[in-house]
Protein backbone atom coordinates (compact mmCIF):
# COMPACT_ATOMS: atom_id res chain seq x y z
CA UNK A 1 0.00 0.00 0.00
CA UNK A 2 1.17 3.53 -0.83
CA UNK A 3 0.38 6.35 1.12
CA UNK A 4 1.00 9.90 -0.27
CA UNK A 5 -1.72 11.95 0.51
CA UNK A 6 -0.82 12.72 3.80
CA UNK A 7 -2.83 10.28 5.22
CA UNK A 8 -2.61 10.41 9.34
CA UNK A 9 -2.34 6.52 9.99
CA UNK A 10 -2.47 3.13 8.38
CA UNK A 11 -4.13 0.59 10.00
CA UNK A 12 -3.23 -2.93 9.88
CA UNK A 13 -4.60 -6.35 10.40
CA UNK A 14 -6.42 -9.55 9.66
CA UNK A 15 -9.68 -7.54 9.01
CA UNK A 16 -11.41 -6.29 6.14
CA UNK A 17 -11.39 -2.77 7.57
CA UNK A 18 -8.02 -2.16 7.45
CA UNK A 19 -5.48 -0.63 5.25
CA UNK A 20 -3.24 -3.24 4.98
CA UNK A 21 -5.23 -6.52 5.10
CA UNK A 22 -3.02 -9.14 5.61
CA UNK A 23 -4.46 -12.91 5.37
CA UNK A 24 -2.99 -14.84 8.03
CA UNK A 25 -3.97 -16.63 11.19
CA UNK A 26 -1.26 -15.45 13.10
CA UNK A 27 -1.91 -11.81 12.34
CA UNK A 28 -4.22 -9.89 14.97
CA UNK A 29 -7.66 -8.84 13.31
CA UNK A 30 -6.32 -5.00 14.67
CA UNK A 31 -2.01 -5.78 14.37
CA UNK A 32 -0.82 -2.63 14.72
CA UNK A 33 -1.25 1.14 13.38
CA UNK A 34 1.39 3.29 11.77
CA UNK A 35 1.00 6.89 12.43
CA UNK A 36 2.45 10.31 11.17
CA UNK A 37 3.08 12.60 14.09
CA UNK A 38 1.30 15.82 13.95
CA UNK A 39 4.13 18.04 13.89
CA UNK A 40 6.70 16.32 12.22
CA UNK A 41 7.26 14.05 9.85
CA UNK A 42 8.02 11.12 11.58
CA UNK A 43 5.95 8.10 11.07
CA UNK A 44 5.61 5.82 14.34
CA UNK A 45 4.02 2.24 14.80
CA UNK A 46 2.14 2.18 17.46
CA UNK A 47 -1.19 0.22 18.75
CA UNK A 48 0.83 -2.98 19.11
CA UNK A 49 -1.19 -6.03 19.94
CA UNK A 50 -0.48 -8.96 21.87
CA UNK A 51 1.11 -11.06 18.63
CA UNK A 52 4.36 -10.29 18.13
CA UNK A 53 5.69 -7.35 15.96
CA UNK A 54 9.37 -7.12 15.06
CA UNK A 55 11.61 -3.89 13.81
CA UNK A 56 14.49 -5.30 12.44
CA UNK A 57 14.24 -8.20 14.64
CA UNK A 58 13.60 -6.43 17.67
CA UNK A 59 10.42 -7.36 19.15
CA UNK A 60 8.12 -4.33 20.02
CA UNK A 61 6.61 -4.52 23.50
CA UNK A 62 2.91 -3.11 23.59
CA UNK A 63 1.55 0.43 24.30
CA UNK A 64 5.40 1.69 23.23
CA UNK A 65 5.73 3.61 19.94
CA UNK A 66 9.06 2.83 17.83
CA UNK A 67 10.14 5.60 14.98
CA UNK A 68 10.32 3.91 11.66
CA UNK A 69 13.24 4.83 9.18
CA UNK A 70 13.20 4.51 5.64
CA UNK A 71 14.03 0.79 5.39
CA UNK A 72 12.90 -0.73 8.45
CA UNK A 73 12.24 -4.50 8.13
CA UNK A 74 8.66 -4.46 10.13
CA UNK A 75 7.37 -8.30 10.42
CA UNK A 76 3.94 -9.13 11.94
CA UNK A 77 3.49 -12.10 14.16
CA UNK A 78 6.57 -14.78 14.47
CA UNK A 79 6.56 -16.16 10.56
CA UNK A 80 9.28 -14.90 8.78
CA UNK A 81 6.79 -14.55 5.50
CA UNK A 82 4.84 -11.82 6.79
CA UNK A 83 7.80 -9.20 6.76
CA UNK A 84 7.46 -6.12 5.01
CA UNK A 85 10.28 -3.21 3.98
CA UNK A 86 9.70 0.39 5.14
CA UNK A 87 9.41 3.24 2.44
CA UNK A 88 9.97 7.09 2.99
CA UNK A 89 8.22 8.42 -0.65
CA UNK A 90 8.44 11.43 0.15
CA UNK A 91 8.59 14.40 3.16
CA UNK A 92 5.03 12.87 4.10
CA UNK A 93 4.21 9.80 2.25
CA UNK A 94 5.36 6.10 2.84
CA UNK A 95 4.86 2.47 1.61
CA UNK A 96 4.96 -0.51 2.87
CA UNK A 97 6.40 -3.23 0.20
CA UNK A 98 6.22 -7.43 0.72
CA UNK A 99 5.12 -10.60 -0.40
CA UNK A 100 2.64 -12.53 1.96
CA UNK A 101 1.01 -15.86 1.08
CA UNK A 102 -1.49 -16.06 -1.40
CA UNK A 103 -5.15 -16.66 -0.81
CA UNK A 104 -5.35 -19.81 -1.64
CA UNK A 105 -2.35 -20.83 0.74
CA UNK A 106 -3.87 -19.08 3.27
CA UNK A 107 -7.09 -20.71 3.02
CA UNK A 108 -4.98 -24.20 2.79
CA UNK A 109 -3.11 -23.17 6.24
CA UNK A 110 -6.59 -21.91 8.20
CA UNK A 111 -8.13 -25.20 6.83
CA UNK A 112 -5.03 -27.43 8.12
CA UNK A 113 -4.88 -25.22 11.52
CA UNK A 114 -8.76 -25.37 12.02
CA UNK A 115 -8.26 -28.78 11.70
CA UNK A 116 -5.32 -29.16 14.42
CA UNK A 117 -7.31 -27.45 16.85
CA UNK A 118 -10.22 -29.79 16.45
CA UNK A 119 -7.63 -32.57 16.87
CA UNK A 120 -6.37 -30.70 19.62
CA UNK A 121 -9.28 -30.12 21.18
CA UNK A 122 -10.91 -33.64 20.88
CA UNK A 123 -7.87 -34.70 22.68
CA UNK A 124 -7.91 -32.16 25.18
CA UNK A 125 -11.81 -32.72 26.45
CA UNK A 126 -10.28 -36.88 26.39
CA UNK A 127 -7.58 -35.88 28.42
CA UNK A 128 -9.67 -33.79 30.70
CA UNK A 129 -12.13 -36.89 30.94
CA UNK A 130 -9.33 -38.99 31.85
CA UNK A 131 -8.04 -36.71 34.54
CA UNK A 132 -11.56 -36.67 36.04
CA UNK A 133 -11.68 -40.31 36.50
CA UNK A 134 -8.15 -40.48 37.67
CA UNK A 135 -8.91 -37.86 40.45
CA UNK A 136 -12.69 -40.12 40.74
CA UNK A 137 -9.93 -43.43 41.00
CA UNK A 138 -8.05 -41.44 43.09
CA UNK A 139 -10.68 -40.56 45.89
CA UNK A 140 -12.07 -43.88 46.11
CA UNK A 141 -8.46 -45.08 46.61
CA UNK A 142 -7.77 -42.73 49.40
CA UNK A 143 -11.39 -43.42 51.39
CA UNK A 144 -10.56 -47.46 50.69
CA UNK A 145 -7.07 -46.53 52.94
CA UNK A 146 -8.63 -44.64 55.19
CA UNK A 147 -11.47 -47.02 55.82
CA UNK A 148 -8.62 -50.21 56.05
CA UNK A 149 -6.27 -48.34 58.31
CA UNK A 150 -9.09 -47.92 60.63
CA UNK A 151 -10.06 -51.54 60.82
CA UNK A 152 -5.80 -51.81 60.82
CA UNK A 153 -6.26 -49.59 63.86
CA UNK A 154 -9.17 -51.49 65.53
CA UNK A 155 -7.72 -54.56 65.37
CA UNK A 156 -4.26 -53.48 66.70
CA UNK A 157 -6.37 -51.98 69.81
CA UNK A 158 -8.69 -55.43 70.18
CA UNK A 159 -5.35 -57.18 70.00
CA UNK A 160 -3.75 -55.26 72.40
CA UNK A 161 -6.55 -55.70 74.90
CA UNK A 162 -6.31 -59.51 73.98
CA UNK A 163 -3.30 -59.48 74.81
CA UNK A 164 -3.61 -57.00 78.21
CA UNK A 165 -6.55 -59.67 78.99
CA UNK A 166 -4.27 -62.73 78.63
CA UNK A 167 -1.58 -61.66 80.79
CA UNK A 168 -3.86 -60.81 83.44
CA UNK A 169 -5.46 -64.23 83.34
CA UNK A 170 -2.14 -65.68 83.33
CA UNK A 171 -1.04 -63.70 86.38
CA UNK A 172 -4.33 -64.60 88.40
CA UNK A 173 -3.50 -68.49 87.70
CA UNK A 174 -0.04 -67.84 89.15
CA UNK A 175 -1.58 -66.84 92.06
CA UNK A 176 -3.77 -69.49 92.01
CA UNK A 177 -1.36 -71.55 92.19
CA UNK A 178 0.92 -69.89 95.02
CA UNK A 179 -2.55 -69.77 96.77
CA UNK A 180 -3.38 -74.00 96.00
CA UNK A 181 0.36 -74.64 96.71
CA UNK A 182 -0.34 -73.20 100.59
CA UNK A 183 -3.54 -74.54 101.09
CA UNK A 184 -2.43 -77.70 100.02
CA UNK A 185 0.11 -77.87 102.40
CA UNK A 186 -1.87 -76.53 104.87
CA UNK A 187 -4.21 -79.46 104.17
CA UNK A 188 -1.85 -81.85 104.25
CA UNK A 189 -0.36 -80.94 107.72
CA UNK A 190 -3.90 -80.61 109.21
CA UNK A 191 -4.41 -84.01 107.84
CA UNK A 192 -1.36 -85.29 109.29
CA UNK A 193 -2.33 -84.21 112.85
CA UNK A 194 -5.79 -85.18 112.61
CA UNK A 195 -4.51 -88.86 111.73
CA UNK A 196 -1.71 -88.98 114.25
CA UNK A 197 -4.20 -88.15 117.12
CA UNK A 198 -6.97 -90.49 115.70
CA UNK A 199 -4.15 -93.30 115.92
CA UNK A 200 -3.42 -92.30 119.23
CA UNK A 201 -6.75 -92.40 120.55
CA UNK A 202 -7.05 -95.88 118.82
CA UNK A 203 -3.84 -96.95 120.28
CA UNK A 204 -5.05 -95.78 123.87
CA UNK A 205 -8.82 -97.52 122.73
CA UNK A 206 -7.03 -100.88 122.36
CA UNK A 207 -4.24 -100.37 125.71
CA UNK A 208 -7.54 -99.72 127.82
CA UNK A 209 -10.90 -99.18 126.97
CA UNK A 210 -11.38 -97.70 130.69
CA UNK A 211 -9.48 -94.85 129.82
CA UNK A 212 -11.38 -93.64 127.39
CA UNK A 213 -14.69 -92.16 127.82
CA UNK A 214 -17.52 -93.75 125.16
CA UNK A 215 -19.30 -91.15 124.45
CA UNK A 216 -16.74 -88.71 124.14
CA UNK A 217 -14.51 -91.19 122.15
CA UNK A 218 -17.67 -91.63 119.87
CA UNK A 219 -17.65 -88.28 119.61
CA UNK A 220 -14.20 -87.33 118.94
CA UNK A 221 -13.96 -89.91 116.72
CA UNK A 222 -16.79 -89.04 114.56
CA UNK A 223 -15.20 -85.55 114.53
CA UNK A 224 -12.02 -86.78 113.55
CA UNK A 225 -13.47 -89.09 110.77
CA UNK A 226 -15.75 -85.83 109.77
CA UNK A 227 -12.74 -83.28 109.66
CA UNK A 228 -10.34 -85.75 107.58
CA UNK A 229 -13.15 -86.63 104.82
CA UNK A 230 -14.27 -82.45 104.41
CA UNK A 231 -9.97 -82.09 104.20
CA UNK A 232 -10.04 -84.92 101.46
CA UNK A 233 -12.70 -83.12 99.61
CA UNK A 234 -10.78 -79.73 99.80
CA UNK A 235 -7.67 -81.12 98.80
CA UNK A 236 -9.61 -83.38 95.87
CA UNK A 237 -11.53 -80.26 94.78
CA UNK A 238 -8.31 -78.15 94.61
CA UNK A 239 -6.97 -80.39 92.11
CA UNK A 240 -10.11 -80.65 89.95
CA UNK A 241 -10.00 -77.03 89.59
CA UNK A 242 -6.06 -77.06 88.74
CA UNK A 243 -6.87 -78.88 85.70
CA UNK A 244 -8.64 -76.62 83.60
CA UNK A 245 -7.18 -73.52 84.57
CA UNK A 246 -3.73 -75.00 83.90
CA UNK A 247 -5.44 -76.31 80.45
CA UNK A 248 -6.31 -72.82 79.66
CA UNK A 249 -3.22 -71.53 80.53
CA UNK A 250 -1.58 -73.68 78.52
CA UNK A 251 -4.38 -72.91 75.35
CA UNK A 252 -3.51 -69.36 75.75
Not at 25 to 41: D, E, L, N, Y
Not at 48 to 77: A, M, P
Amino acid sequence: MVADEEPEEITIGRGPENDLNIINPFVSRTHCVIQKGMASSLWTITHVSRSSTYVNGVELRIYINWVLRDGDKIQFSDSEEIKYEFKLLDISGCSLNGVSQSNGAVRDSITSLRTTFADQQSTRIAMSERVVSIHAEHHELSEMKISLERQLDKLHREEEEVRLAIKEKIEKINELDHAHAILRIQYSDLYKFITGQYNLLCSKEAEDPRLVNVSEWQELKRGYQDERACIRREVLGLRKLDEPMKSEGRVR
